[in-house]
């Protein structure tokens, strides 16, 4: 089952770019306010309370659903959360308009363009136009990982409620910024959730792009303790073969772009793999 959701739910993402209509949040930040306010003496608890009882209360339908009608409940209750889970906005859009301004030669644009890429659209802090462009891939990178291979991962190792916890995880962590409040909690317990995802992304892009190169990151970051979005930034440039120049930016962009759709397509594969063997 869990295959059929992932490959229905990768599919309506791709045709339709955004799902926002399935994807509220205010639900959650106003429970995470509450909690915080609650236990502001103890900010751990409270977000560990915001976390948790949404996850818990989703597990405890899944427990009442299986193996009931057929298993139909629980596969639409599963297409459900595979869904909200899912990346927020229309990434596919955002980097065409980017590549858009890059092909016209309008670099103020494309800085511009980076704030869609980034948490909050917060803008670019590059001063180069090779910065610029040095940044753009690494949100980009990091924007296919947590849209797409993150929540998977979460989905096929913990079901629905995997996936629903690190699509809240990082809600929250986008609220923190906003509110400037348990960076570093909020820091921690995110770099946890994908720091084995996005080593595992890492073989899937060196499989479909520059292997040796892709390989030699990949070595380097199993002791680092960076950020996710950089890790994975340094992968889609080794796996991609290209390097920072201003007058390579669209062709790189591109580049990056193809190379996470074949990562993508490979790590479904892989999933029927292990469907099949196990």
């Not at 796996?239 to 397509?265: G, H, N, V, Y």
Request: one cysteine or more; proline letters at 3%; charged letters at 20%.
């Amino acid at each position: 089952m869990e295959f059929i959701v992932i490959v229905i739910g990768l599919l309506l993402m791709r045709q339709l770019g955004s799902l926002a209509a399935l994807q509220p949040d205010n639900w959650f930040l106003g429970l995470a306010g509450k909690f915080r306010q609650i236990f502001s003496t103890i900010p751990q608890l409270g977000k560990f309370l915001a976390l948790v009882l949404p996850v818990s209360i989703l597990a405890g339908l899944i427990w009442l659903v299986t193996d009931r009608w057929l298993g139909i409940p629980l596969f639409l209750l599963s297409l459900l959360i595979f869904l909200y889970s899912l990346g927020r906005g229309d990434l596919e859009r955002d980097v065409e308009d980017y590549q858009e301004d890059l092909s016209r030669g309008d670099e103020q644009a494309a800085y511009h363009d980076i704030a869609a890429f980034n948490e909050n659209n917060q803008q670019a802090t590059a001063e180069s136009a090779e910065q610029s462009h040095a940044e753009a891939v690494r949100l980009i990178a990091y924007r296919y990982f947590e849209r797409y291979f993150a929540v998977m991962f979460w989905f096929i190792l913990g079901g629905a409620p995997g996936a629903l916890l690190y699509r809240l995880s990082v809600i929250y962590h986008q609220q923190s910024l906003r509110d400037d409040a348990d960076a570093g909690l909020r820091d921690r317990w995110l770099w946890l959730m994908e720091w084995l995802p996005a080593r595992l992304v890492g073989i899937s892009l060196a499989v479909v792009g520059n292997f040796p190169a892709c390989l030699a990151r990949l070595s380097e970051s199993l002791i680092s303790s960076a950020a996710s979005a950089e890790v994975l930034g340094n992968y889609a440039l080794a796996a991609s073969k290209t390097s920072i120049k201003s007058d390579e930016a669209l062709a790189e962009t591109d580049d990056i772009e193809a190379l996470f759709t074949r990562s993508l397509i490979f790590a479904v594969f892989m999933v029927a793999v292990l469907v099949v063997l196990l």
